[in-house]
């Protein structure tokens, strides 16, 4: 198996972890992901250390709380192919945060380095960015999160359907030079759910030099580690696939850069996620 594919446990673990990804774990400085699926009752709570947080709630509703406010009763849809926009909370470094769980519950938590600038908040269904990008087989929906144009200190959060028989993160883009403003230094990470869940999506992850040429096929529950290169997704016809991705890199801006040799596939402006 791939080093690049982090597979999840067979069964929740006593706090309901299923998937763990550290820097220390994925050779990296900058992005952690968790996924914990907890039962109805259930509570989960963390320090956020000298991390910030963004806690998705994929599907199921909670109460949520950090160390100076609440939402309770927050939570909509019951499967990420629902297609609706997720409820999720910003926590900063140097706070912590509590769930517990009204329904089963998957919960993401994406994490990166936090210098303390920003306040808890909810980040609603209303306040999420939603658009649909590419035509033909290489258009997919997109639903920004924790976009830069709003406040967090590292983190970039962004979830995307990819319908089966099309293509996304297509055409192949990368962002791994520190080589503003043409490219920015972003580490990422890629977590998968299919419809119907024996499915699977196909993700090439390759360098100019082909020192790093692997294709994944990627199972419902894995998710996918991309230190560096571009990364296209297939989706098989048949087979709905879900992606969240989280990113972050010493600066936060998103600035890609297209495979010359398939750039042109991509109109101007260029968005290629």
Avoid at 39 to 60: F, K
Avoid at 135 to 152: D, W
Avoid at 162 to 181: A, E, I, N, V
Wanted: proline fraction near 9%.
């Amino acid at each position: 198996m791939s080093d690049l594919i982090v597979k999840p446990e067979q069964a929740p673990g006593a706090d309901g972890s299923v998937l763990s990804i550290t820097p220390e774990s994925a050779g990296w400085e900058y992005v952690g992901f968790e996924v914990f699926k907890l039962a109805q009752g259930q509570s989960l709570h963390r320090e956020t250390g000298d991390q910030e947080a963004c806690l998705v709630l994929l599907s199921g509703k909670a109460d949520v709380s950090t160390s100076t406010k609440s939402w309770d009763n927050i939570g909509e849809r019951m499967s990420v192919f629902e297609k609706i926009p997720p409820y999720s909370v910003y926590v900063p470094n140097g706070d912590s945060w509590n769930i517990t769980a009204l329904t089963e519950l998957e919960l993401a938590v994406c994490l990166a380095p936090g210098k303390g600038g920003h306040e808890a908040r909810l980040i609603s269904p209303d306040q999420v960015g939603v658009e649909n990008r590419g035509s033909g087989n290489m258009a997919r929906l997109v639903q920004n999160i924790l976009p830069e144009t709003e406040p967090a200190d590292s983190l970039l959060v962004v979830e995307v359907f990819t319908p089966g028989g099309h293509w996304s993160s297509y055409p192949p883009h990368k962002h791994d030079r520190d080589f503003l403003p043409e490219e920015s230094f972003l580490e990422e990470t890629y977590y998968y759910r299919t419809n119907p869940s024996q499915g699977f999506a196909v993700q090439r992850v390759y360098t100019d030099d082909r020192s790093l040429d692997e294709t994944l096929a990627v199972a419902d529950g894995e998710a996918v580690l991309v230190p560096k290169g571009y990364h296209p997704v297939s989706a098989p016809p048949g087979y709905d696939v879900y992606y969240l991705n989280v990113m972050a890199g010493p600066t936060r801006i998103w600035k890609f850069y297209n495979d010359p040799a398939h750039a042109w596939l991509m109109p101007s402006p260029a968005v290629p996620r």
